[in-house]
């Protein structure tokens, strides 16, 4: 399980990611994000972020029919949404190369078997 605090300044941009897909509501954005190892994430995490997300113009939602209850909110991207998950993406990756980096050169790599520190 991913640690909440790492997690925290990621999930925006993750759910993001998942709406770049299709339109989706919240129960499933939670189990495509535990498909991909996020593990179990709150409901009273995804929906204020969701909320946050539309009410800043990234996600539009609206009310569909469900075929087994009560309508679902779904979520779409806005253009200014695609935009910001692109500005995401590009310093997410600069973020990882950075701390790829640091950690190999700090013998931090837990994969590096030369390395004593290493686990293993």
Do not use: H, W
């Amino acid at each position: 399980m991913i640690p909440s605090q790492l997690l925290k300044g990621t999930l925006e941009g993750c759910i993001l990611a998942v709406l770049s897909q299709k339109p989706t509501y919240g129960y499933e954005i939670t189990e495509r994000l535990a498909s991909y190892g996020f593990g179990t994430i709150a409901e009273g995490t995804i929906y204020p972020l969701l909320l946050r997300l539309e009410k800043n113009g990234l996600a539009q939602a609206e009310y569909r029919a469900s075929e087994v209850g009560p309508k679902r909110k779904y979520y779409a991207l806005t253009e200014k949404g695609r935009a910001e998950l692109q500005e995401f993406l590009l310093s997410y990756r600069e973020l990882t190369t950075a701390v790829d980096k640091l950690l190999t050169d700090t013998g931090g790599d837990p994969n590096d078997k030369a390395n004593p520190t290493a686990a293993g």
